[in-house]
């Protein structure tokens, strides 16, 4: 399994509370997916229940990441066209 500290990435909200996170990748992004814990981006492994919010503006994945002993985070990958195809597709 990968690490995020692995993969260039922006952290764009910290601490956030679930519903923090969910009202921000709404508002930023052009387009919203959910998926259930256990999905993968780029090999990293995304925590969570049922819906943990993805968001798409331009060629940037925009989504929720739970840090173990930090909390909530909202991480931008820049240049995810790889992973906006695979989500697309789900």
Same mark, same amino acid.
């Given at each position: 399994?990968a690490c995020i500290n692995?993969i260039?990435?922006?952290? #764009?909200?910290k601490g956030?509370?679930?519903?923090?996170?969910?009202?921000?990748?709404?508002k930023?992004?052009?387009?919203?997916?959910?998926v259930?814990?256990?999905?993968?981006?780029?090999?990293?492994l995304l925590?969570g229940?049922?819906s943990?919010?993805?968001?798409v503006?331009?060629n940037?994945?925009?989504f929720q990441?739970?840090?173990?002993c930090?909390? #909530?985070f909202i991480l931008?990958?820049?240049d995810?066209?790889d992973e906006i195809?695979?989500?697309?597709m789900?």
């Amino acid at each position: 399994m990968a690490c995020i500290n692995d993969i260039p990435y922006e952290i #764009l909200l910290k601490g956030a509370t679930p519903q923090q996170c969910e009202d921000f990748v709404q508002k930023e992004c052009d387009e919203v997916y959910h998926v259930k814990g256990g999905y993968k981006i780029r090999g990293v492994l995304l925590r969570g229940g049922d819906s943990i919010p993805i968001g798409v503006k331009g060629n940037d994945l925009i989504f929720q990441f739970i840090k173990p002993c930090s909390g #909530l985070f909202i991480l931008r990958i820049p240049d995810a066209q790889d992973e906006i195809e695979k989500i697309r597709m789900q």
